[in-house]
Structures are given as structure tokens and as C-alpha cells.
């Protein structure tokens, strides 16, 4: 995921107001946000994940956090205190990820870019794929096939049809032939 969703109304949850008056209570926050995040980059359900197989443990976490190992399980426990993360496996688990995150309406967005760019080169293939063998087509074909190359030509000739025409006197011509025979 590249992104995460973080409600406008944190601030207003009674479980958040409890951790920002902790001793260090923007510390929690934070760490909290980096957890969500760790969690959003997993793409495992909420899993804190270092990579596919290995899930964070608190020696990482401190480091990536920069703060004490005890700090972050002090940390930690008080985020699994308030039931917003759970422990289990030997994995860190943000709860209610999927509820939170609508990681399904993700996945359907991925699956209609996905098919949307499908169709979109399919399109473009078909009209940029003039390069049938003469002699194999068809009548049809035929047709189609001078329709398109004499779209290309108009359009080329558009291009050119803001260019005004100018006279050269011959012997503007002469000096650029000399210096063609040398």
C-alpha cells in the first residue's frame, strides 16, 4: 500500500486521548502512526512485518523508532493494554486493520487500474497495428489499412499547414548545391 487512511477524528478517540497523556505521549502517537504505516507497507493484514517471513520485533522497532528496546515495549504493551495491536505468532498485529483500512476496496481499485490499462493497450494496439502482409488480406482489411495510412498522412500534412509558404530566389538554392558537390 502507499497509503493508509488515518481518520479526522483521532484525536477524539478515547483510547488516543489516553495514550497522549501518558508520560511522552506524543511519543506513543508517533510510534503508533509508524506501526500503521510498517503495517500498510506489509500488505499482511496488519502484520508489523520486516519482510514476507520476518515479523518486527522490539530490538527493530527500537531502531527504526530510535528509542530505547524498553521504551518501545513499554510502548507496546500499552498499545495491546487499549486492544489496538495484539500479539501473537511472535507477530505484532495492528486489530481491526482490514475494518479500518478497507484494504478490499484497495485491492478492487489495483484490479480496475489493472484491467482499465488492459483495455487501454488492447485499444491502442489494434489501431496502431497496421502491419498486416499485404498479399494475406483481405478486401476488408485493404480498406481499413489505406484508411489509416492516409489518416496518418492528413495528419502530417496538419502539422505542417500553420507554416507559411515562402519564395526562394534561385540563387538562394545555388550556394546550397555547391556545397553539396564539394
Not at 49 to 61: A, R, Y
Not at 75 to 95: A, G, P, Q, S
Not at 99 to 104: F, H, L, P
Not at 133 to 145: G, I, S, W, Y
Request: glycine residues 2%; hydrophobic residues 30%; without cysteine.
Amino acid at each position: 500500500m502507499q497509503w493508509i487512511k488515518v481518520f479526522t477524528n483521532i484525536f477524539a478517540n478515547p483510547k488516543m486521548q489516553l495514550l497522549l497523556k501518558e508520560r511522552d505521549g506524543d511519543t506513543f502517537f508517533r510510534v503508533w502512526i509508524q506501526l500503521l504505516v510498517i503495517a500498510g507497507i506489509s500488505m499482511q493484514g496488519g502484520k508489523i512485518m520486516m519482510s514476507e517471513n520476518t515479523p518486527m520485533t522490539v530490538e527493530i522497532l527500537a531502531t527504526i523508532t530510535h528509542k530505547s528496546n524498553k521504551k518501545i515495549q513499554n510502548i507496546l504493551d500499552k498499545l495491546i493494554h487499549f486492544e489496538m495491536i495484539i500479539f501473537e505468532d511472535n507477530t505484532y498485529r495492528i486489530k481491526n486493520w482490514d475494518k479500518y483500512q478497507s484494504t478490499d476496496k484497495y485491492e478492487k481499485t489495483l484490479e480496475q487500474n489493472r484491467e482499465r490499462q488492459r483495455r487501454f493497450r488492447e485499444k491502442n494496439k489494434d489501431e496502431n497495428n497496421v502491419n498486416i502482409t499485404l498479399d494475406n488480406d483481405t478486401e476488408e482489411n485493404k480498406k481499413e489499412n489505406n484508411r489509416l495510412e492516409n489518416k496518418k498522412k492528413d495528419s502530417s500534412k496538419k502539422s505542417y499547414s500553420n507554416y507559411e509558404q515562402r519564395e526562394y530566389p534561385p540563387e538562394f538554392f545555388e550556394g546550397i548545391y555547391d556545397n553539396l558537390r564539394k
